[in-house]
Structure formats: structure tokens, C-alpha cells
């Protein structure tokens, strides 16, 4: 208590300061940030992504010294809180978390009313989702070998959960299905709890989900057949990831912030400057791990050159495996 | 650990003077945020989560659950007094409790909903406390057809949520419907009516639509009235419920739990179906339904004591399972996982003092909020001697902050006051809200596990009639759907 409201008092009196000095021309640009900070997240809230960037906010808060006050915005695959971020004020008071596929995968498939390398300007790239393909601690199927096998032997058979039409989990088990000519059943749900909730009451036979699996299979309700990390999670360190599979899929998901392109630079450092000061935060990377979430660090630059050398890639997978003909949105 | 010494040392927990006073908190916090229209449980628990990041996870997760039942006493409030619904799973309170207000009758209609929400929170305590894990084996067994076959069956009350055409129910239900599809498809994420308005992306919010067509809409009806000087004096008559009115309130309050307690426990379903089903039962049993509407009290008792059964139940598959039934239980699972506790079949195992404690604190935070609730009837009550000309540009004041303050957005604004017209002109040409406001609630999961199912059963219909519970409810609907037409052949044949 003591500390923080020596800080309060301290914000306060460098705004004082502040509005003293700076009188005159750039008054509103130096005071910046001199009102609450206000973070769209696309999903609704509990999930992991959500959770992360209000542990992210608390800890940026400390740096700026205004409250960052989140706003969930589900819907559309994480699309429409990038959408309204684009119709408010370009005046750095209002931010939004997204995963990287919503930048990058979702507008591929479907047609979104922004070009996604163009409209927005990355600020951070902070944690990366484990996901899995799960089944039911009871199911048959042991790896994710006979998984497969059943689905060839079964055409139309298997039915699985995502977390919605084009998310990354959809495209992995879309990869699978291309190379072993499987036929399998989606159905897509909103977010990951939504989609566990079917596994777990046994109306999908896997789903390929985000971290929210991690509880039910440490419970011993689910079973993890396949990681989707460059690496094995130190987590699951026994559960293979698809590349080893000998799938072409590695999880491109990176959860960052990102503001609309064209935001006055100086403001766009502040913030890139204070988000990176709280990335690492010890408070922070303590709720990313109990969130099972893996921390890493992309500045915007990097977060910016990761997602336009993730559009390629994508694009280029999704023509190959034959889900696109081309981008529905033109990125730039 | 059984259940009675669970529950002795959930209790010890609970009176614990640093938990104590965050029952407190959490339950204060929620009357109040039940009462002022527009601030839901979502947004306040959202802001106060970051901040229960220092506390005790057994404190800070005591205080956000005690938000959200109390918001479910709260929010009846302003429904009763004023007709705004504090809450979604308030608006059916309106109906009836609104009326009571107008014949003098506000403070018996606050005390049914204070000692309905009471009686029905605490056996919904009972139910999680003793069959949680049965229960929660009911929930996962719906999917997609069983929650589309349940919507359905939804949808056949609704014409009991009117009191005047029937016809014209259906036809707002219908515009409930349409309205509900305003937004991105929620399956494929294409533009739907949007007409390019990006602030209809997300579709049209239920907080603004639900505080137009109740709140500001009487506000109008009110101007009228004031403007023609054809006021009614409100006589206040007695302050709590007379014998017969508990008389007639007791089935109400018993059946309304045992709905809220059943819906409960489904994953999407929770307290604001539960409200409208009791409702809808409850005119259906009626001796005379056409009381319903003009102040029956048993119209206040039952949604009241449903939706908070639904918020005691709606814990089940929470705890048991971690799964979160609702929007408000997906932010407290987020702030038991920032503490490093994951709900699930694991918890009481793991942390019996934080389950049990949560099970303890929810029994004292309920008899918390009728001693919190009670002595502020009297005092609501005094509310209704404001002159109309002070009170209503106030209500539509506090209306007005209440919109702007769901989202900081200008356009909710924009919406409540355009349903605020819409809802005028429809109550001057007899065309009701409740149906309207149902329909937009129901339509987007009726829509969304139709296609789910299709999707899932490759186009066959025939996934709606093959799994039990789908084909049951199916069959119910499709009944009451029938028993109208029954009941008007019946007479023709008599009459010839």
C-alpha cells in the first residue's frame, strides 16, 4: 500500500510538473498517457488470451501510470476487436491484445474489412499458447497414429472441436487431414472452453484446442496425442509435437499488442519502452506460467517481420494444401 | 470429506475475519452493482480482478463470487421501482413487479424478490453441496442438438410472456429474432446487416436494447402522461408482503428454484433462461393467468428465485468440471488460475479449504444480502414519492450513464434511445417487450447450435430426434406448441 501510493503520488506530481513546464504546443503529447489506457481483447474473458493481457496490463500500468482498462471484444475469430480498434480515436488510448493468427491466418481465409499488415503497427509480441490435439482420457486411441488410422478406416467418422473456422488449431488438423486424405468432421466452436466443454461430454472425438486443455489433462480427464510447438513443451515433455509427426505445422500463434498504424511515433516508443518493462515483470511471467503459457519477447520491429514472413508461409501452405485459392483479404 | 463436515469446515473458513469481510465486500459490491443499470457482473469483476492479484486466492475469490449472487438480489431493484432491468436476468421482473410499484404495492414485490432470492440461493447451495458431481455428468451431456432442442423449447413459452395478442408476441419475438442476427456470422465470421457500421460488428448489445424497450420507453409513456396531467397517484400502501401475498408467492418461489437450480448447471444457459422458463411456467399453472402482467406477485417471485438458484447451481460445473457455464464464471476462473488453482475434478482434493471455504462463504454471503436488502426497502420504497417530473428525467439519466458505461461506447447510447422509441410506439399499439427481448437472447444459440449440429450430423435432421434428451425436449415443445390448437378443437367439437 505504501509503495503504491508513493507512486501515485509521484505520477501526480510529475504531471504537475509536467503541465507546468509543458505549456504551450505539444501540451496533450507529453502529458501522454494522461487518462486511462483502454485494451480490446477479442475473446471473451477467461480464456488464456485474455487472461495474459490483463496480467500484461496490470503490469504496464506500474510503467505508465494510468489504469489499462480491458475490453473484451469477442466474435468473428479475434477479428472484430481489431476491427474497432480501427474505427476509435488513432490517439493511443485505445490498444488491442490479438494472437498473431488473427493477423495473419484468419483474414487468409475469410474476407476481413482491414488489410492486415497495413492498418496496424506492432508493439510487442509477449507469450505463445501451447496447443494440443486431446482426446478423452477414455477413447480408444492411444497416439495420434491410431487416431488417424481409425479416421481412414471410418470416413466421416471422427468428428473434432476448434476453437473456430480458420484458427490455427483448425489448420493443423486441416494439415493432417490433407496428407493422410483423411475425412474428418469440424465443428467449430467460440474459444477454447467452448470446445473442451464438447470433448470432455463426448460429442467430438478430439479437439484441437488452445491451453485451455491443460487442466483436463493434468486431471486425467483428457489425454494430450500431440503438441504443436518448434519444440516438445517442457510441460508434456513425453507428448510429441506434429513436426516430429511428420507434419508441416508449427503453431505461428504469438499473443501481442498492437496499435493502429500511424500513431504518432514518439507515443508509439513510450509504449513499446513501457510494455517492455513490464514483460518482465516477475508478477507477470509468474501468472503466464500458472497460465501455462510460454513467455518470449518480440519488440514491434521483430513482431512486424515475424508476421510478414508468417503471411508467406501461411499463404503459401494454404494454397498448397488446397484450403484457399488466394488471400481473401489482401494484406497490405 | 462428506458433505455436512465439508461443509462445518467450509463455515470455519468462511468466518474467518479477513474472508468475512470480503463476503462483505463481494456482496455489498454486487447489491450495487445490481441496482445501477447497465454495470453488469462482467465488467465489474473484470475491473476488480487484476487488483486480487496480491490477496489470498481464498479471499479474492470469495469476494468476486460474492459479486456475482449479488448482483442477481440487486438487480431486481430498479425493475420493480422504475422499470429498468438492472440486469438481463432482471428484465422478466419488470413484467409484474413494475405493476405491483404502480398499484402501491413496490415494497411487498422488493421483500418476495429479497426472500425469494434467499430461499432459492441457499437450496441451490444445497444442491451443489450434496450432488455436484452428479449434476455436473448431466451438463456435459448436452452438446449442440440438446441445446438447440432446449432453445426450442424456450421458444414455445413465449407467447406466455405476454398478457394481451398473441399474435403480436410472436411477431416481436420474430423482430427479436432478425435483430438477433445483426453482427458477424458466428461460424464463419461474414458480415450480416451490418451495414458497414463497424459498431455493429458485434451485433446489437442486449444491455442498451433491454434498457430502451423497458426503461426509456416508460420514461416516454411517462412524459405523456405528465404532459396530459392524467397522473396516477401511487398510494404506497404497506412496506413488506402480507400473508396472503406469501401465500400466494410460496409454489412460485419453490418452483423458480427448482427451474433456476435445473438450468443452472448448463454450460449457456444460466440465470437468464432460467428467468423467462419460470416465468413461463408459472402463468401456464396459474389459476388465472390473466392476473399476470397487472402485479401478480408470483410474477416477481419466481424469475427472482430462479435466477438465483441458477447462480448457486451454475457453480456445479464450474467446480467440478472447470468449465464456466457463463461469461461472469469464465472471469472468476480466470482469477483462480492467475493463482495457480484450477477448478475441476481435482480442486476439492487439492484445496478443500478453498472449495469448501467458497461453499461456506456463499451460505453467509446469502443471509449477508437479506440483511443487506431488507432495511433498504423501506428507503427504495420512498423512491416512488419523487414527483414524476424529477424522477423520470432522473431514471433516464441514470439510463443514459448506464449505456454509455457498458463499453465507453457513444453508440450504445444511440441504440437504447432508438429502442426506447421503438418500445414506446409498440406499447402505445399494444405490441409487448418481453417476447422481443427473449428471442434476441435465445436466437443466437438457437442459430449457432443448429448449424453445430448440422454440421456435426453431416446435414441430417434426424440428429435432433436420435439422442434422448434432444428428442424429449423436442416432443415437450412440439406439446405445448400443440395444446392451444387442442384446446380450441375441443371447444368447436363441444360447441357443435
Sequence with gaps: MMKKSAGLVLVIAGGLWLSFHVIGGSQAMAAYPERPITLLVGFAPGGSMDLSARSLAKAVEKVLGQPVVIENKPGGTGTVALASLLAQNNDGYTLCATPSSVLIRVPQMQKVPFKPLKNFRPIIGFAEPPLGIVVQNDAPWKTLKDLVADALSHPGKIKYATTGVGSTTHAAVEEIAVKEKAHMIHVPFKGGTEALTALLGVHVEFGALTSEFIPSVKAGQTRLLATMGDKRSPKFAGVPTLKELGYDFVNDAVFGIVCPSGLSPDIVKQLEAAFAKAAKNEQHLAILDNLDLVPLYYDGKQFEDFLKVNWKKINAHLIATGLIKEAATSPE | ?496
Excluded at chain 2, 30 to 42: A, F, Y
Excluded at chain 2, 92 to 116: E, K, N, S
Excluded at chain 2, 299 to 320: D, M, Q, R
Excluded at chain 2, 423 to 443: D, K, M, T
Design chain 2, 1 to 496: 470429506m462428506d458433505a455436512l463436515s465439508g461443509l462445518l469446515y467450509g463455515l470455519s473458513v468462511a468466518v474467518r475475519p479477513e474472508n468475512l469481510f470480503f463476503v462483505f465486500v463481494g456482496c455489498f459490491l454486487g447489491t450495487l452493482i445490481g441496482v445501477l443499470p447497465g454495470i453488469g457482473p462482467v465488467g465489474a469483476i473484470s475491473i476488480l480482478l487484476p487488483m486480487t492479484f496480491q490477496l489470498a486466492p481464498s479471499g479474492a475469490i470469495i469476494m468476486l463470487a460474492g459479486i456475482y449472487y449479488g448482483v442477481m438480489y440487486g438487480g431486481s431493484t430498479t425493475s420493480i421501482l422504475v422499470n429498468v432491468p438492472g440486469e438481463t436476468a432482471s428484465v422478466v421482473t419488470c413484467l409484474d413487479g413494475y405493476q405491483m410499484a404502480r398499484q402501491g404495492r413496490a415494497g411487498p414485490a422488493l421483500g418476495i424478490a429479497a426472500f425469494g432470492s434467499f430461499f432459492a440461493g441457499t437450496i441451490g447451495l444445497v444442491g451443489l453441496q450434496i450432488m455436484a458431481n452428479p449434476l455436473s455428468r448431466i451438463a456435459l451431456k448436452f452438446g449442440p442438438p440438446e441445446y438447440f432442442a432446449l432453445i426450442t423449447l424456450g421458444f414455445s413459452l413465449i407467447t406466455y410472456l405476454s398478457y394481451g395478442s398473441k399474435l403480436k408476441a410472436c411477431v416481436m419475438a420474430l423482430l427479436g429474432l432478425i435483430l438477433s442476427g445483426v453482427g458477424l456470422d458466428p461460424i464463419t465470421s461474414q458480415e450480416r446487416m451490418t451495414f458497414g457500421i463497424l459498431n455493429l460488428f458485434e451485433g446489437i448489445g442486449v444491455a442498451p436494447l433491454a434498457m430502451g424497450l423497458f426503461g426509456v420507453a416508460e420514461v416516454f409513456n411517462n412524459l405523456e402522461a405528465l404532459s396530459s396531467g392524467n397522473i396516477v397517484k401511487v398510494r404506497i400502501t404497506k412496506l413488506f408482503p402480507s400473508k396472503l401475498d406469501w401465500m400466494q408467492a410460496k409454489w412460485a418461489m419453490v418452483r423458480g428454484t427448482a427451474i433456476g437450480s435445473l438450468l443452472g448447471i448448463l454450460p449457456g444457459g444460466g440465470p437468464v433462461l432460467a428467468t423467462f422458463v419460470a416465468y413461463g411456467v408459472e402463468k401456464r399453472v396459474a389459476k388465472n393467468p390473466e392476473r399476470f402482467g397487472k402485479g401478480a406477485i408470483e410474477g416477481v417471485a419466481s424469475p427472482e428465485s430462479a435466477n438465483n438458484a441458477a447462480a448457486s447451481t451454475s457453480f456445479i460445473p464450474f467446480l467440478t468440471l472447470g468449465i464456466p457455464p457463463n461469461v461472469v464464471l469464465a472471469v472468476l476462473l480466470g482469477a483462480f488460475m492467475v493463482h495457480g488453482i484450477v477448478p475441476g475434478p481435482l480442486l476439492i482434493k487439492d484445496h478443500p479449504d478453498l472449495f469448501w471455504g467458497l461453499v461456506g462463504s456463499m451460505y453467509i454471503g446469502n443471509v449477508v444480502l437479506v440483511i443487506l436488502n431488507l432495511p433498504l426497502i423501506p428507503l427504495w420504497v420512498q423512491v416512488l414519492r419523487i414527483p414524476g417530473k424529477i424522477l423520470y428525467p432522473l431514471v433516464l439519466l441514470f439510463c443514459l450513464v448506464g449505456a454509455f458505461s457498458i463499453n465507453n461506447n457513444v453508440f450504445d447510447i444511440l441504440v437504447m434511445i432508438i429502442f426506447g422509441m421503438v418500445g414506446y410506439l409498440c406499447r402505445q399499439n399494444g405490441y409487448e417487450g418481453a417476447p422481443l427481448i427473449l428471442s434476441f437472447v435465445l436466437g443466437p444459440m438457437f442459430e449457432v447450435n443448429f448449424r453445430r449440429s448440422l454440421l456435426m450430423s453431416q446435414g441430417s435432421f434426424s440428429i435432433f430426434f436420435t439422442r434422448p434428451i434432444a428428442l424429449g425436449a423436442m416432443i415437450f415443445s412440439l406439446g405445448l406448441a400443440m395444446f392451444p390448437i387442442y384446446k380450441l378443437l375441443g371447444k368447436r367439437s363441444k360447441g357443435l
